[in-house]
């Protein structure tokens, strides 16, 4: 899938692969897996190629990213990430023949075999029937942990983020890298209630909106990488004390009207459509008013080890997304999470059906559980937490008159 070197590419800020390799290291700390970010930024034109070949449509235009040096970014004509399932989705019916889908079927194990490679997935159809699924390899895909709610934070992440994919890689034997490590975006709606925790996009920033404190003050630059942004924020309301209170905690304002008064009218529908329907539909009109910002969980920079091929510590067990650590350090660039599913989700999936073709299956084992859960009763663990957790374990308060 090479590059069309004829192929005209919209012009922004100058740019080049060794500036977006050296950017992406910077805003990981340097902690990232350099293997794995050479491979993320040498593939990256040639990924939003082989999505144009989908069907998927992008803006000529290049947008700029919080942390980035220069314009890097490709926005979907259509700002929605249904514009990609959608062409996903139209992929796999024009390839009905050859891929199976197992639908409402949830991964409860991984399933070794003796000589420890993974062989197949032990599963729970419909919630209920408990299923065996043999297969050559398998692709951990399982996203992040938000609905884990650490430190009780809010989240942007869907209900099924709660580090299942983690789970069942270390239970099978793979390796963790840092999974302390969690990126809480600098932005997420502090109000109103309904949408508490929602992402407020780094956009938002980019276009010329301003973090102002209570008093009034803009106290830091709005384009900083988010560990620094989310930082400050957490420390303006602790620390400083120069919070906004709100139902729900603190925050800060974010200047949506600003952008207007800096670009011109019309921007805001333009460029952040989606940010102005969010609000609307609770009353507030960004363009003429400010908005309530704070951190909330966003993305699980730790995870899986994996070598350049997709591939865990465990033999036929691929990883690619969030569940992966190491692409991003210790912090995420805005754009890189998008990039590293579509670089990394395609490259293990290549390598994970090539795998398959030549693998000898062996006697099938769950010895790995029992042995796991006999460590950690060694280890004096007691925390009786279902694991894989599939959804959270959310509960309805009762209200003292329901009593």
């Known amino acids: 899938n090479a590059v069309d070197p004829e192929r005209q590419e919209p012009q922004g800020i100058e740019d080049s692969i060794p500036t977006f390799y050296e950017t992406t ?32 449509e992008f803006k000529d235009e290049i947008g700029s990213a919080t942390g980035s040096l220069g314009q890097r970014s490709h926005y979907p004509a259509t700002p929605s990430g249904n514009t990609y399932i959608r062409s996903f989705q139209q992929f796999i019916d024009d390839n009905a023949d050859a891929i199976m889908l197992l639908n409402n079927m949830q991964a409860k ?12 997935v032990k599963a729970l159809y419909d919630g209920e029937q408990e299923v065996t699924v043999n ?3 398998v692709v951990i895909a399982t996203g992040g942990a938000g609905r884990m709610h650490y430190q009780g934070f809010p989240t942007s992440n869907h209900y099924g983020a709660t580090a299942d994919g983690l789970v069942l890689g270390y239970r099978a034997g793979a390796k963790l890298l840092y999974p302390d490590t969690l990126q809480y975006h600098p932005t997420g709606a502090a109000y109103p209630a309904q949408i ?17 404190n209570a008093d009034g003050e803009v106290f830091m630059n709005p384009l900083e990488t988010r560990d620094v942004a989310a930082a400050s924020i957490i420390r303006e309301c602790t620390e400083r004390g120069k919070g906004v ?10 200047d949506t009207p600003m952008i207007e ?17 969010m609000f609307a539909k609770h009353g507030i009109d960004i363009r003429k008013e400010p908005i309530l910002v704070y951190p909330t969980l966003h993305y699980q920079n730790g995870g ?8 865990t510590d465990v033999e036929n067990l691929f990883a690619a997304g969030e569940v992966v650590g190491g692409i991003h350090g210790r912090n995420r660039l805005m754009g890189n999470s998008l990039l590293d599913v579509i670089v990394f989700g395609r490259n293990a999936g290549q390598h994970a059906a090539e795998k398959a073709k030549s693998v000898n299956v062996g006697t099938l084992t769950l010895d790995h559980v029992a042995a796991f859960e006999a460590e950690k009763q060694q280890a004096g663990v007691t925390d009786h937490r279902l694991s894989p957790q599939l959804l959270p374990d959310y509960a309805r308060k009762i209200h003292p008159a329901e009593k």
């Open 25 to 56: 290291m910077k805003g990981g700390h340097n902690t990232n897996n350099p293997e794995l970010v050479h491979f993320l930024t040498d593939n990256a034109l040639d990924s939003v190629h082989w999505l144009e070949s989908l069907g998927v």
């Open 245 to 254: 209170k709100t139902p729900a905690g603190q925050a800060v304002w974010l």
């Open 135 to 137: 297969c050559g390899a």
């Open 196 to 212: 508490y925790g929602a992402l407020v996009t780094e956009k938002v920033r980019s276009v010329g909106a301003m973090l102002v």
């Open 109 to 120: 194990e991984l399933i070794l075999d003796d000589a420890g490679a993974v062989v197949g």
């Open 304 to 311: 899986l080890h994996i070598t350049a091929d997709g591939q």
């Open 261 to 277: 008064l800096k670009n011109g009218a019309g921007t805001i529908e333009k460029r952040i459509p989606a940010m102005m329907r």
